[in-house]
């Protein structure tokens, strides 16, 4: 329902795509939206760590009501498969690195929890009814259209935006928090990639991620660099609800739904960055 989203940025495919504008609340809605459909990519959600410590009862109500409301449409519908959008915040702040499926999640955050009761809802569902779920918990997306103008909007938007317009960057803490960050191109193929994996990987979580990290004071210098700026960021409260350091173990998803990573951090960078300057000019 664009909560979170804009029109404008499906306006290439419109004409080629049937859009039903639905909250995820309603659960007549959903039913209806779920009528012939094959695969369910649920990429519904109200994101955001921040925001869902200072509302967590929405972050409830969309994120795992809305999630049920879904899994029940679908079981009813004959749905093949659905694929679950969920996060590396499910981990908490975990003291070892990297970040592995078999770890217990420590959610820090009632967004982080809501993604958690997701994941165990596919779970449920795969064993109850014999729907095949997969989720992917994503480490840190990032890419073109991302709007840095959101009150919540996630960092390499926020940095990118600021630097252009030299601006300094807000960083929470000291900036050595560290973070994995994965070009939106590689979750679209690991979505796709669930819609082909074998059965036999349905039911369980995958780490979605490259496997590598960067501080945050670090982007803000590659940002710069990339810019050719010399930007000083500003310094701020950590905030709560957020982990200090995030790293992958993406080989399970390597080898159970078969997907690797193509595009490097470096490579995604970039090519955020000329999307956003081409975008201010």
Excluded at 17 to 29: K, P, T
Excluded at 91 to 118: F, H, I, N
Excluded at 157 to 182: E, S, V
Excluded at 200 to 211: D, F, K, L, Q, T
Aim: glycine share 6%; with cysteine; charged share 20%.
């Amino acid at each position: 329902n664009f909560a979170t989203g804009r029109r404008s940025n499906l306006e290439e495919v419109l004409n080629d795509i049937e859009l039903c504008e639905v909250d995820l609340r309603d659960e007549a809605g959903v039913a209806a939206a779920m009528k012939e459909v094959a695969y369910v990519l649920h990429f519904g959600a109200l994101p955001s760590v921040a925001r869902s410590v200072e509302d967590p009862g929405s972050s409830n109500d969309v994120n795992i009501r809305g999630t049920l409301n879904l899994l029940l449409a679908a079981r009813d519908n004959g749905v093949e498969r659905v694929v679950f959008s969920s996060s590396s915040s499910v981990y908490g702040d975990t003291p070892v690195l990297p970040k592995r499926e078999d770890m217990l999640p420590q959610p820090l955050s009632p967004y982080a929890l809501s993604k958690l009761a997701g994941e165990h809802y596919m779970r449920m569902f795969h064993s109850l009814y014999g729907l095949k779920t997969y989720s992917l918990r994503y480490f840190n997306v990032f890419g073109p259209r991302q709007d840095p103008a959101s009150h919540y909007a996630a960092v390499i938007p926020l940095f990118i935006q600021a630097i252009l317009n030299d601006q300094p960057p807000t960083i929470h803490g000291d900036g050595l928090q560290t973070r994995d960050f994965t070009f939106v191109e590689d979750i679209i193929a690991a979505n796709l990639a669930c819609c082909t994996a074998p059965e036999s990987a349905s039911g369980g979580p995958y780490n979605v991620a490259w496997g590598n990290r960067i501080s945050v004071k670090g982007l803000a210098e590659e940002i710069n660099r990339l810019l050719g700026k010399s930007v000083a960021p500003i310094h701020t409260e950590r905030r709560a609800g957020d982990v200090r350091d995030s790293q992958a173990d993406a080989s399970l998803a390597r080898n159970e739904i078969v997907w690797t990573p193509k595009v490097s951090f470096a490579d995604g960078l970039q090519r955020t960055i000329d999307w956003y300057r081409n975008l201010e000019s």
